[in-house]
């Protein structure tokens, strides 16, 4: 039988896989209105709470202003503006690299980045459960995958020593879009000095927000300058929209002409490049300190608080927690249940995690209260009891 859409959507809705987007009201602060109700966000990757601050909102009304809404073109064909280039100053300048360059997305960068670098005939280790767009990147490049153990640096190893031919790239996660945990940079930079590969870190969910002044999860391991490519997002932690790479001036001129998602699409806009440049500003002052100091207090709270109720929550100290159920019907039961509560947090499942590991994927940001948390811990506790979850 032929497969109509209708037959496919059916399909993804027996499986219990079937999406739909919620419409929220408001900005992505600490509440919204969802189905016409106050909830509680902890969902959201503005973790900081820089994507409603006052100084980007002034930065980008007034680089519109000056400079009106569109790039016009690709760089390539209408000219970088004056403010893409004060921000890939800013950003290396952030980060500690010799140049940067801006992608327009994080899907973008890594679809982008990673068939500049490798192609039939090399090799690209990847952690198992790395973002989807650093494998699609992957298979665009028509180099070899060679997917290893989450985390599991001496598997990689074995790995590397067997596979380890032509040019070799390894790919990670900084911080895990969906686990919270932080990827073993020292003992990838030792692998790759040993096999003379490359090594990429894709830090979306650490840029703003780990180590000294939020430079990220190289800079908290202390391998800051022995990441070959530093690729961040300014869509999450920096309240703003794009992407970035960290890299060095050799390597900038190599993407500028072989990444397709570079040369082939418009760049970001100026009110988008004046509120990344405002957001990379703002985190190095000692109110970007606080505004971390705060998420940080949170995301303890908020982890031991849930652990103690006996969820089960994978080994992390950042702020992404999951409570990992398994059951598919299960999640999604729990996240409706939640929302009528006054709770809006996102059930994910297969294809974004692993068969079998359905959760519910929770977001902290500095903008929640004490009481905030201590309510929510309340409601997802009762609800998971009732459930059998815990
Ligand atoms: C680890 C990781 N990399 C890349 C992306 C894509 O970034 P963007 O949303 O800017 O396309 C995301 C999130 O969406 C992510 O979690």
Redesign the pocket.
């Known amino acids: 039988m032929q497969r109509t859409v209708q037959n496919e959507l059916e399909d993804i809705r027996n499986r219990g896989l079937l999406r739909s987007t919620r419409l929220v009201s408001g900005s992505q602060a600490a509440r919204v209105t969802c189905n016409n109700r106050d909830v509680l966000l902890l969902c959201s990757n503005n973790y900081l709470g820089l994507a409603d601050h006052p100084v980007l909102a002034a930065a980008s009304i007034a680089a519109i202003q000056q400079y009106g809404t569109s790039s016009g073109a690709s760089r390539l064909v209408s000219g970088t503006m004056e403010l893409h280039e004060r921000l890939e100053h800013a950003v290396a300048s952030f980060k500690k690299s010799e140049a940067a360059l801006l992608f327009n ?4 960068a ?1 679809t982008g980045i990673i068939p500049a670098l490798v192609g039939r005939g090399d090799v690209v280790f990847s952690d198992r459960i790395n ?1 989807a ?2 494998v699609d990147g992957i298979l665009l490049s028509g180099a070899r995958l060679v997917r290893y153990p989450h985390n599991d640096y001496r598997q990689l190893a074995l790995l590397m020593e067997k596979h380890a031919k032509g040019r070799s790239l390894i790919v990670s ?1 900084g911080v895990f ?1 969906m686990d919270g945990d932080i990827a073993p940079l020292a003992e990838l930079v030792d692998l790759k000095r040993k096999h003379a590969a490359l090594l990429m870190i ?1 830090d ?2 650490g840029c703003g927000v780990l180590g000294a002044q939020g430079r990220g999860s190289a800079e908290l391991l202390g391998v800051g300058s022995d990441v070959d490519i530093q690729m961040g ?1 300014f ?1 999450k932690a920096l309240g703003s929209f ?2 970035y790479v960290a890299v060095s001036a050799e390597l900038r001129e190599l993407l500028i002409n072989r990444a397709r998602s570079f040369i082939f699409s418009t760049s970001l806009p100026p009110s988008v490049l004046a509120a990344s440049h405002a957001a990379i500003e703002l985190v190095q002052t000692a109110e970007g300190d606080r505004l971390r100091e705060q998420l940080s207090a949170n995301t303890r709270f908020f982890r031991s608080s849930l652990a103690e109720a006996g969820f089960n929550i994978p080994p992390g100290s950042t702020q992404i927690v999951p409570i990992v159920i398994g059951s598919t019907i299960t999640t999604m039961q729990f996240s409706e249940a939640l929302l009528s509560e006054g709770l809006f947090v996102q059930g994910i499942r297969p294809p974004t995690v692993p068969v079998g590991t359905s959760r519910l994927r929770f977001t902290l940001m500095s903008s929640h209260t004490h009481n905030d948390l201590v309510g929510a811990v309340e409601r997802i506790s009762r609800i998971g009891h009732t459930l059998g979850v815990v």
């Open positions: 997305s994080g899907y973008a890594n973002h767009s650093i996660d879009s894709d979306a969910h997002t869509g794009g992407a």
